[in-house]
């Protein structure tokens, strides 16, 4: 048998299928698509939920594809054998409602043995125990004698969650010799590493009611999931998945950074666990940026996040250096580029993503570091020997520490962690994030009252070009709100004062996508003898009183399947199913938006442009307002690149740009040099918007049709939001004139509150604040004199604490400021000597100590003297040996406080 590579195998398998008739797919993106109830795309089937459920109409009866997929649910047992991993890739070939168990069977046979080649003697069935027309096919078509197929029972062969389609499933495992395993528990369907699964078909036949009722579906599928990676294994008859081409390139290039250690060869079990660790991650880190993941501290950003951060600790375990996993990344791409060239695409971006969360986490684990020293040092003060288990999920949690890091470091000062109390934490965490997910059945779609609409109603988008349109009803929803008792429902009418949504055939009516809100307008019934205008747009309608019923669009959107919902409140009469109405789409709301959406593509080429190409959307927003537009970019901007890119924006406005789009095929687009945004779900055919020679993009939104109709472009702010992820936020049109007309009227209230012109507001400004100046300085001095009198000759009380002199000494109503001063002019009048002083404001005190550099060198220490005293006036603080700061909320402790200063400072000085 020929040793197939990855990239050959994922190939092989797509083009088999194909060979079947099935639609080869390409990879769905990580990030799900309309599905609330996953985080990540976590198995083949996931992106295709809505064409099991029936949400959606398949563009083929038959798919065949090769998802990449992440699973993190026990993300702590990672890499502690080497079964299992973060990422891998899943091939399958699915049916909905064409062939079944008669061709899904005999074609996974021949797939394996003729195409790849395995030996068919050491390939062996299981099926579940009741599926007798499985277990017929196997034995009769395929003369696979019954004692080499095992039966199993629900847990292992029944795949159902929940309420929903389910069914029995048939798996195939391989025998990978006695080499693996030959104990009894080695067994075909035991725990030993000598039987692999490599195939396993579901049949999804059955519908679940919840109750444990079963009824059969009238559409059964096919559900069949092959882990490339095992597959692989099993091929190349390697030890794991570790073991496989392309993720053995990238675990020898770990070991190689670690010094050139050995992996499975006599090192300790630990270095096996990191290197494993370091291998898989990466993987998983490298593809979830690749579809516009971003490390942040929620959702999967937090996934990923903690994905790197474990990384680089077990990097750092392993002895590795600096930064390292950028180049890593670079492997990973090198080697999975073949099957998904957006890697290569996306490469520069993805190592940028990956070098700055690294950075991040090495001050963030220093600073985990700080806080674990002085968790210790409060269970040494008072005498406990076991750190809480909720101080140590705060470890985990917060700073990236695991369990076992803190345990290690624990013990060696001779403490315990109480890990009982860690697990209850860390359960009541995910408990909290399984309460936040939506409840969803096996294919967990989103039970929304629109699925409950037939899968063939669907509406198609005339609005490109037109404002006005007639349609058709197809289907109707009464909506209520959530204090109402009554449900959402599909309705067969709406009628006045009702809440609700009209879905017609044919729609100008944008849903909201892609950033831009959807549109608002009206929708009429007109009587039959009615003549429309069919240029009027809602806001000069001169037909409204004509209409014997108006429903009122408040917003548009995109719902089950392709339908567009227009959703409102009928203002009179009533709208019934398969009435043919006008819609009228707000010309001026839809102008606005416009502008907004079409000035954010020039942004975004001119953020390319003066920032660099690395710039790529991370999302945006417009609506009639404003635009939103957040981009990846690893520092805040200067003034003046804002305002470069402001004045490129508004260049390109007053050249008058025709604004033209073209639907083109996907792999023209890109040749076009169109760019993609990152997660987006294209189908064959996209919408290419070009905008002169400048921009050109893929979108499905809708767009002004020359620059000039933009008007003006004015940025309001630039600000960052999460970890290389920065935002601007601008207007547009006639939102600009609003604004400096604001800023106007603003200027000339200040002018009038300051009893002058707008023309001379910045002088009388600058006047002003020279006065303000003056008076400060003023009052800093006087302040400093009234302190300096309340505080006295201090200097003659000094006492000589062991050849040093201390002033320790308390004053009301002086700020730290001023305390530094009163410090300095004792110091400058004494020389050598340790100044404490205390001041109470408002309750609050603030402490400062300086020790001057002869006294330093005799052993005095402010930092660790103010540490000392700071307790007994409720507060702490610290700083360096020859100066000290800190804060208390109990000022009856400050006598008490100061005499402490003079035994501490004894102690010191010896």
């Known amino acids: 048998m020929k040793k197939y590579g990855v990239n050959e195998l994922r190939d092989m398998y797509l083009s088999f299928f194909e060979s079947k008739q099935h639609l080869r797919m390409k990879s769905f993106s990580l990030v799900p698509h309309n599905d609330n109830s996953l985080l990540i795309i976590n198995s083949g089937m996931a992106p295709l939920k809505p064409y099991f459920t029936g949400q959606e109409i398949p563009p083929r009866r038959r798919v065949t594809t090769c998802q990449k997929c992440v699973r993190t649910g026990d993300l702590e047992n990672v890499g502690k054998t080497a079964r299992h991993g973060t990422f891998f890739e899943m091939l399958g070939n699915f049916s909905f409602g064409d062939y079944f168990k008669e061709e899904a069977i005999p074609w996974a046979w021949e ?115 092959m882990g490339l990676e095992r597959l692989a294994v099993a091929v190349q008859d390697v030890g794991s998945i570790f073991d496989v081409d392309t993720i053995k390139s990238t675990r020898d290039e770990v070991c190689a950074m670690a010094g050139g250690i050995g992996y499975e060869q006599g090192n300790t079990q630990e270095s096996d666990v990191s290197v494993r660790v370091v291998t898989d991650h990466i993987r998983s880190a490298t593809f979830m940026i690749s579809d516009g993941i971003m490390p942040s501290n929620e959702g999967r950003g937090y996934v990923l996040r903690r994905i790197i951060r474990r990384a680089v600790r077990h990097g750092r375990k392993l002895g590795i250096k600096g930064s390292f996993l ?373 979108c499905g939104g809708t767009h002004v049709s020359n620059t000039r109709q933009i008007g003006y472009f004015k940025i309001l702010s630039e600000s960052g939001v999460a970890a290389g992820v920065r935002r601007i936020e601008a207007l547009t049109g006639d939102n600009v004139l609003d604004y400096y007309k604001k800023i106007e009227e603003e200027a000339r209230e200040a002018a009038s509150l300051l009893k002058t012109n707008t023309d001379g507001l910045i002088d009388h400004i600058k006047k002003l604040q020279d006065e303000l100046k003056a008076v400060k300085s003023e009052n800093e001095s006087l302040k400093s004199s009234a302190a300096k009198d309340a505080l006295g000759d201090v200097t003659s009380k000094a006492k000589d604490i062991n050849g040093v002199k201390l002033v320790a000494s308390s004053v009301s109503n002086v700020d730290m400021n001023e305390l530094r001063d009163l410090g300095d002019s004792i110091k400058e009048k004494l020389g050598d000597c340790v100044v404490v002083l205390m001041s109470d404001t408002d309750g609050k005190v603030s402490i400062m100590t300086m020790a001057s550099d002869g006294a330093v060198k005799k052993g005095a220490h402010a930092g660790n003297l103010v540490k000392a005293i700071a307790p007994i006036v409720g507060g702490g603080g610290g700083g360096r040996p020859n100066m000290a700061q800190a804060g208390g909320k109990n000022a009856s402790g400050i006598t008490e406080a100061l005499n402490k200063a003079e035994e501490v400072l004894s102690d010191q000085i010896k």
């Open 326 to 698: 950028p180049k890593l990344a670079e492997n990973v791409i090198a080697g999975s580029k073949d099957g998904y060239p957006e890697l290569e695409e996306k490469k520069d971006f993805i190592l940028n993503v990956i070098r700055q969360e690294e950075d991040k986490f090495e001050k963030t684990f220093e600073q985990g570091l700080e806080i674990l020293d002085s968790m210790q040092e409060e269970l040494k003060k008072n005498g406990q020997k076991v750190l809480s288990g909720d101080d140590a999920f705060k470890l985990y949690d917060t700073y990236g520490f695991p369990l076992d890091s803190t345990q290690e470091i624990l013990a060696e000062n001779g403490f315990d962690v109480d890990t009982e109390g860690f697990d209850k934490a860390m359960k009541t965490q995910r408990e909290t994030a399984r309460k936040a997910r939506k409840v969803s059945n096996y294919m967990g779609a989103d039970a929304t009252v629109y699925e409950d609409i037939d899968a063939s109603v669907n509406s198609t988008f005339v609005g490109y070009d037109k404002l006005v349109a007639d349609g058709t009803i197809v289907a109707m929803v009464e909506l209520h709100s959530a204090d109402e008792d009554s449900e959402n429902a599909v309705s067969d009418a709406l009628t006045d004062g009702m809440t609700g949504a009209i879905i017609t055939d044919e729609t100008p009516f944008y849903g909201t996508m892609g950033g831009q809100v959807g549109d608002r307008g009206k929708i009429f019934l007109y009587p039959a003898d009615v003549e429309k205008n069919e240029h009027d747009a809602f806001g000069c309608d001169s037909h409204e009183d004509a209409a014997i019923a108006v429903f009122k669009v408040d917003s548009t959107e995109h719902v089950a399947g392709s339908k567009i919902a227009m959703i409102g409140h009928v203002v009179k009469g009533m709208f019934k199913t398969g009435d043919k109405v006008t819609l009228k789409v707000c010309k001026k709301g839809r102008l606005a938006t416009c502008r907004n959406h079409s000035a954010t593509h020039l942004l975004q080429k001119a953020l390319r442009e003066v920032l660099g190409t690395h710039v790529e959307q991370s999302g945006s927003y417009q609506d009639t307002g404003r635009t939103r537009f957040d981009f990846s970019h690893f520092q805040a901007m200067t003034p003046d690149e804002i305002k470069r890119v402001e004045n490129l924006v508004n260049e390109k406005i007053a050249e008058e740009l025709d604004v033209v789009t073209d639907v083109m095929s996907l792999e023209d687009a890109k040749k076009s040099g169109a760019m993609a945004l990152f997660g987006e779900k294209y189908g064959d055919s996209v919408r290419v918007v070009k905008m002169g020679d400048f921009s050109v993009e893929l």
């Open 111 to 225: 797939f394996l043995t003729e195409v790849v080649g395995l030996d068919a003697d050491r390939l062996y069935p299981s099926v579940y125990v009741d599926d007798d027309e499985a277990f017929k096919i196997w034995t009769e078509k395929m003369h696979i004698p019954a004692e080499r197929i095992i039966k199993l029972g629900k847990e292992d062969n029944f795949w159902e969650h929940g309420s929903g389609p389910c069914g029995p499933c048939t798996e195939i495992y391989y025998d990978r010799g006695e080499k693996y395993g030959t104990g009894p528990e080695d067994v075909l369907g035991g725990e030993g590493d000598r039987f692999m699964e490599v195939w396993n078909v579901v049949f999804s036949q059955f519908n679940n009611d919840g109750h444990g009722n079963y009824t059969d579906l009238v559409q059964k599928n096919i559900d069949t999931g």
